[in-house]
């Protein structure tokens, strides 16, 4: 692995506050249910959570969004939620965090989407998802086009991303639209895509699936283990949908890196994992601030591999803390002093 020095690992965090990112994308209010779990319920065969406490969070791209202003940037986020009591408390949870609602659109034939988790004991045990997953109507698309048109004559946006969930919220002509405009504006473009839309991204500037999204996306299966078969199913990405640079988040097994210059596979780094929720936000979060801020694309991935780690430590989907990831950096990625 590349070493830098520890003054340019702490400049980069220092070009990142500057940065105004628009974030397009699902969002979600991420319910937590806390409690221990002392017995089994006699019902059937499931434990019993007497709970201690409840918690509402900001989640999908909302999180991404989090991420950014933790970071000391500055998140425009573009969504869309419903005319409901959800809808309500979001708007309040993005209030209380001072992120603006400028770029959120309500509709009436949608509910807000809410993922309820039930943690005993620190241990994720149960998941209950309330949503729509249908595509936003012609009418809708066009309406929430015009405020990012807006968005993006009113300020000067360094980059986009593109946080896909798989909701409704993002459609083929939206990508299409936007990517076209953040060309001419020459604004880079950032993926985090779900598997619906996947093959659409075309001429987008980074694209950073998961594992398994690379091998649904493109339809194919290859052994992971080998950098060879990787590299070719990267190379076949890159090809179809013209994109610059590849990020490809392999969990436990790090992150493969694919440029026009460089191919490998960063390895993660020891740690005690926790909760692997949300550690794709914060990859994505940290790679396209990386990404605007003009670093290497081995840099990229090398900060962006420190920061997803650096979350999976936390239980819940939780924003990366800036200090810790800069001191990790530093740690990691700067050559020692001899």
């Known amino acids: 692995m590349a070493k830098h020095t520890e003054k340019e690992i702490r400049g980069i965090f220092d070009t990142i506050r500057k940065q105004r990112v628009l974030i397009i994308g699902d969002v979600m209010i991420d319910n937590y249910v806390w409690g221990k779990v002392t017995r089994i319920s006699p019902e059937a065969p499931v434990p019993v959570v007497s709970v201690s406490h409840k918690e509402q969070r900001l989640g999908g791209a909302a999180n991404v969004a989090l991420n950014v202003q933790a970071m000391g940037a500055t998140p425009i986020l573009c969504s869309v939620i419903g005319v409901d009591t959800d809808g309500q408390k979001f708007l309040e949870l993005m209030q209380k965090h001072r992120l603006a609602p400028k770029g959120i659109l309500k509709s009436r034939d949608r509910i807000t989407t809410v993922k309820t988790r039930i943690i005993g004991n620190s241990h994720h045990l149960l998941r209950m998802d309330e949503e729509i997953e249908h595509d936003i109507t012609p009418h809708e698309t066009n ?138 936000d914060t990859v994505v979060c940290v790679a396209a601030l990386c990404l605007a801020a003009g670093l290497r694309p081995e840099l990229i991935a090398e900060v962006s591999n420190v920061a997803g780690g650096l979350v999976c430590e936390s239980v819940g989907v939780v924003p990366i803390d800036r200090e810790a990831l800069i001191e990790e950096c530093v740690e990691l990625l700067a050559e020692k002093k001899k």
Not at 208 to 229: A, M, Q, V, Y
Not at 246 to 273: D, Q, Y
């Open 143 to 280: 309406l929430f086009l015009q405020r990012i048109s807006y968005l993006l004559d009113l300020h000067k946006i360094d980059v986009i991303i593109f946080e896909d969930y798989d909701k409704g919220l993002i459609t083929e002509p939206l990508i299409r639209e936007v990517v076209s405009r953040a060309r001419k504006l020459k604004v880079p473009v950032v993926v985090d895509p779900k598997k619906k839309h996947f093959m659409h991204y075309q001429g987008a500037t980074l694209f950073k699936p998961n594992l398994k999204e690379l091998k649904e996306g493109l339809k194919i299966d290859f052994d992971h283990s080998s950098e060879r078969e990787l590299s070719k199913a990267v190379d076949m990405l890159k090809t179809k949908l013209k994109i610059e640079l590849a990020l490809i988040t392999l969990s436990e097994h790090g992150i493969f890196v694919h440029g026009r210059k460089v191919k490998k596979r960063i390895p993660a780094h020891l740690r005690n994992i926790s909760d692997v929720s949300g550690a794709g």
